[in-house]
């Protein structure tokens, strides 16, 4: 059965790194659906968040795959009960459609306005994919020029740490 | 003051040598060639084997790494030089071959440039490599050549390419070579639990029909010492996949035969009525497994493997022994029971006698007017030497060959197996004879694959490595057409050739040649090939249909195997 599933990757800061893994989802034809890197708590390692739909017994494979990568340190898996994570989504309106309405969706989805240029407004909103694209249907009424959202960063439940692997 | 710095290209050898790199096989060109000028200054530290294709150049250091058991070094020039190695690496990849591959790259300011032979060959070839690397520093070559050795030789071996730029090769640095030995993020052995020990013996002692696969992993582990004498006290039979074939005496009285679509009848079939399946450094490839669902059901499975990404991969096991598997064999020897299981291997014995008596008896000593590739064979058994090294292509010689070449050391088969390359024996037959001169090589191969890389008889004309060609000649690309004949209504779609006068084209590169059409002729010219000092090419014109069983054709369980 195919659940959406994170993995978590460190890796040495090594060039290439990216394409080595991405390939390992291009050959057996799985779609990433969110992809994120950035440094870890350690200097010079580095931590990618990998979203996938796929089944158990793949992303095991998949995870073994990945950590058998030279510059792979570690690669671990989770659902999404198993982790604390988060996306970022940036909407632009147009300023001409503002009015009172806009103000009381932002309150109540715990939005944000970033930026207000001449013409338009750039709302903020981190959550749940479920919850960033909920706004987006509501601001849909406003007219979106442009939404855009973020690969998911995530941090474990369990309380283990890289350093044992290194 | 004195400048002690060096040419990166001067490091490049001086490295290779550190690393007691016996061959480079390489071509040079454009962007390789500040690395050959240095060479020719450490001619008397390391030869240059100069192949007459950057894929024979590959192909030979297979050869050379799977008999020597060491690190086979190639080189080329960039792009074009470099994509010529690509199908090697594949093979080596597939193989577990140790590798290392050092390709020229155009300066570091024409990179992205579309260059006079540029390509972006770490690119090309990141699938293909365990690990490769560009460097554009002088001071980064040496640590980069070591890593690569280090990444090659250690836990599942593999190859490595090197791509250096040609600025790289040409600014000075300081030598200082210091292996490597560890990285961080690699951990080429898992550590072996002693309780996953104790499970796997519990699982073999209550067996009534166990069963042992040995792959490549024994030979690669160096544990064929182990294996015997597992399988000695354990009593247990045991089967070898393509690769793992020579890892076992096949004189062993526990060795029953061999696996996967063209092996012996009872291995394959029993593979379905055993109880506990032990498989040891193999990864259950579908030409062994045949289809999957319906392969060794019945079974518990052991798995001893060094790659953790090879456990439940293809085959889902009850005790997973990740570990050096000749630790782990070493291990279980003291844990299991002194036992001996003859009702069990008189099973195999009795499935045996029903191949020799439909298959193997008309391919050995046939009766009709054509020759067959098994009584080629056959003869070759009479005059080799016990240790001689069989080098084969891809295709229906390569399991003809393999079927029946008599095994008795380990290290003796070379053949292309996860890849499946034509072309590769030519090659790969020079590389393992340039280990030891004094070890017969025997290259079997066809008149399809050998067409693929028949340039390398240049090279073999001049190292004077004396490997014996045996073509086998029917004219056809006989796998595929066996595959036409029976499972595509017999048409021949493109796999008829008409070919060159091959003894001429052999003279030419001044082979010993002969010819047999005849079966009168044949075990006299086997004789002499043997007896002949230098190179030899002997072509033997065999029947042109005909097929290779026992098959287990593609989608069919291993207890479907035909012997016709």
Not at chain 1, 127 to 139: A, F, I, N
Not at chain 2, 36 to 63: F, K, N, S, V
Not at chain 2, 112 to 123: K, R
């Amino acid at each position: 059965m195919n659940k959406r599933y994170t993995i978590s990757v460190f890796t040495e800061n090594f060039i290439g790194i990216l394409s080595r893994i991405t390939l390992i989802f291009t050959r057996r034809g799985i779609n990433i659906d969110g992809f994120t890197a950035s440094e870890s708590r350690e200097e010079g390692i580095y931590r990618i968040t990998i979203v996938v739909h796929t089944t158990e017994e793949q992303i095991i494979q998949l995870s073994k795959q990945i950590e058998k990568i030279i510059d792979v340190i570690k690669a671990f898996y989770y659902l999404d009960d198993e982790m604390v994570f988060q996306e970022i989504a940036l909407y632009k309106i147009p300023i001409d459609n503002i009015d009172s309405g806009l103000e009381k969706v932002i309150r109540q989805h715990n939005a944000r306005i970033i930026s207000a240029e001449k013409d338009f407004v750039v709302i903020e909103m981190t959550g749940h994919k479920e919850e960033t694209q909920e706004l987006l249907e509501v601001l849909k009424d406003f007219n979106v020029l442009e939404f855009v959202r973020s690969g998911r960063v995530a941090v474990a439940k369990p309380m283990e740490t890289i350093d044992k692997y290194l | 003051m004195n400048d002690s710095r060096i040419r990166g290209a001067e490091i490049v050898i001086k490295s290779l040598v550190a690393e007691n790199a016996r061959y480079i096989f390489g071509y040079p060109g454009g962007a390789i060639m500040p690395v050959y000028d240095a060479l020719y200054d450490y001619m008397d530290h390391i030869q240059h084997i100069l192949t007459r294709h950057e894929q024979g150049a590959i192909h030979a250091a297979q050869g050379y790494a799977r008999v020597s058991g060491q690190v086979g070094v190639c080189m080329a020039t960039s792009g074009p030089g470099a994509t010529n190695l690509i199908t090697g690496i594949a093979d080596a990849l597939i193989d577990s071959t140790p590798l290392v591959c050092i390709t020229g790259q155009v300066a570091s300011h024409l990179l992205g440039t579309d260059a006079f032979q540029e390509t972006d060959v770490v690119g090309i070839s990141m699938p293909g490599t365990k690990w490769n690397i560009q460097v554009r520093k002088v001071e980064d070559i040496a640590p980069a050549i070591a890593k690569g050795f280090h990444i090659a030789r250690s836990g599942r071996p593999g190859p490595v390419l090197i791509d250096i730029t040609k600025d790289a090769q040409t600014a000075l640095g300081e030598f200082n070579y210091v292996p490597c030995l560890n990285i961080r993020s690699y951990r080429p052995y898992p550590k072996l639990e002693d309780s996953i020990i104790v499970q796997a013996a519990n699982l073999i002692n209550q067996a009534k029909k166990p069963y042992v696969l040995f792959g490549q992993g024994v030979i690669l582990g160096k544990a064929e010492k182990a294996l015997q004498e597992f399988l000695d006290k354990s009593g247990i039979p045991a089967a070898c996949t393509l690769l793992g074939t020579g890892a076992l005496s096949e004189d062993h009285p526990n060795y029953v035969g061999k696996l996967g679509m063209h092996g012996n009848y009872g291995p394959n079939i029993l593979t379905n009525q055993c109880d506990v399946l032990i498989a040891v450094g193999m990864r259950f490839d579908d030409r062994v497994t045949g289809d999957v669902k319906r392969y060794a059901k019945q079974a518990k499975v052991i798995h001893l493997e060094l790659d953790p990404a090879e456990i439940n991969k293809n085959v889902k096991c009850e005790v997973a022994v990740l570990g050096d598997c000749r630790i782990s064999l070493e291990k279980l020897t003291e844990k299991v029971e002194k036992r001996s299981h003859p009702e069990w291997i008189k099973a195999f014995r009795e499935l045996e006698a029903e191949e020799k008596r439909v298959v193997v008896g008309n391919d050995l000593s046939p009766t009709k007017v054509g020759l067959t590739m098994g009584e080629v064979i056959r003869h070759i058994n009479e005059f080799k030497s016990d240790d001689a090294i069989l080098v084969t292509d891809v295709g229906q010689h390569q399991m003809v060959a393999w079927r029946y070449f008599e095994y008795k050391t380990t290290r003796t088969q070379v053949t292309s197996g996860g890849l499946g390359t034509m072309g590769f024996a030519l090659p790969a037959a020079l590389g393992a004879q340039l280990h030891d001169f004094n070890r017969q090589v025997i290259c079997v191969v066809g008149d399809g694959g050998i067409q693929m890389t028949i340039q390398e008889l240049g090279t073999i004309m001049q190292t004077q490595a004396p490997v014996k060609v045996v073509l086998l000649n029917n004219n056809f690309l006989g796998m595929v057409r066996q595959w036409q004949q029976l499972f595509f209504d017999k048409r021949y779609s493109f796999t008829e050739l008409d070919n060159p006068d091959f003894i001429k084209i052999a003279e030419a590169y001044n082979f010993k040649v002969q010819k047999v059409d005849i079966r009168g002729d044949l075990r006299q010219a086997v004789a002499e090939m043997f007896v002949h000092e230098g190179p030899y090419f002997l072509e033997v014109v065999v029947e042109k249909e005909d097929n290779v069983f026992p098959m287990i054709a593609s989608g069919s369980s291993v207890e479907e195997v035909r012997l016709s």
